[in-house]
């Protein structure tokens, strides 16, 4: 029958923080499962806080300095990244977000721009802009450009463009998600049924293929979450 476990002493953190595995058995007068069911219990991983054999052991004062760069903590204690990235997670360091935050006056500009007017504006790349319209539940403006279906098959070859002519028009959850599929190079523009290129049509043309207000939605929220 095994014995129970003790309670965990009140200094246990501070010591397994600097102590090996053998030193806190000495220490405590206990075995290695009473060692490594403290360890849990103070959110500490047992199996990467205690080194390997022939692995450097975490530093006295890492908890300190876990915070610093990758860069700088290699160059601290002469080491690689692999041993910096062993003693984190060994104290259950996480890693702040490197996401850049919404800008301030995101929520009334942004709903002005464009996807890409707004990237330029804020020197942001698409897909962190994109992120930004999710997290705050807006949609970019859109001017769209309709040209006619003999453009449109020109353009698909790769040839000149023509002048094309600009309509205005609301801005509806279709063509926000027109122009999410724009910002990802897509040539998207509002169709007859037949694919032919109408401003008031209901269906949407997406490079050679025809499809309705669902299915582009359903298209541009994949991109939507992979920028999320």
Not at 3 to 11: L, S
Request: aromatic residues 8%; charged residues 25%; contains cysteine.
């Amino acid at each position: 029958m095994s014995m129970p476990i003790p309670p965990c002493p009140a200094d246990f953190t501070v010591n397994a923080l600097q102590m090996s595995r053998s030193a806190l058995r000495r220490h405590y007068r206990c075995g290695a499962k009473t060692v490594d069911v403290w360890c849990k219990e103070r959110g500490l991983n047992p199996h990467v806080l205690f080194a390997p054999d022939g692995k450097r052991a975490m530093p006295a004062d890492f908890v300190q300095n876990a915070h610093l760069p990758m860069v700088q903590l290699t160059q601290m204690y002469s080491v690689g990244s692999n041993p910096i990235t062993r003693w984190r997670r060994g104290i259950g360091w996480v890693e702040p977000s490197r996401k850049r935050e919404v800008p301030a006056d995101f929520d009334r500009i942004a709903p002005t721009l464009t996807l890409t007017q707004c990237a330029q504006r804020y020197t942001a790349a698409n897909s962190t802009v994109k992120r930004w319209y999710v997290e705050r539940g807006l949609t970019p403006a859109v001017s769209e450009v309709v040209i006619g279906r003999s453009v449109a098959t020109i353009n698909n070859m790769g040839r000149a463009q023509p002048a094309a002519r600009v309509i205005d028009r609301p801005h509806g959850p279709q063509d926000a998600a027109a122009d999410i599929l724009r910002s990802e190079r897509w040539p998207v523009y509002r169709c007859k049924e037949t694919g032919r290129a109408d401003a008031a049509g209901k269906w949407w043309r997406v490079g050679n293929v025809v499809c309705d207000g669902d299915e582009l939605l359903a298209r541009a929220a994949k991109y939507a979450r992979a920028a999320a």
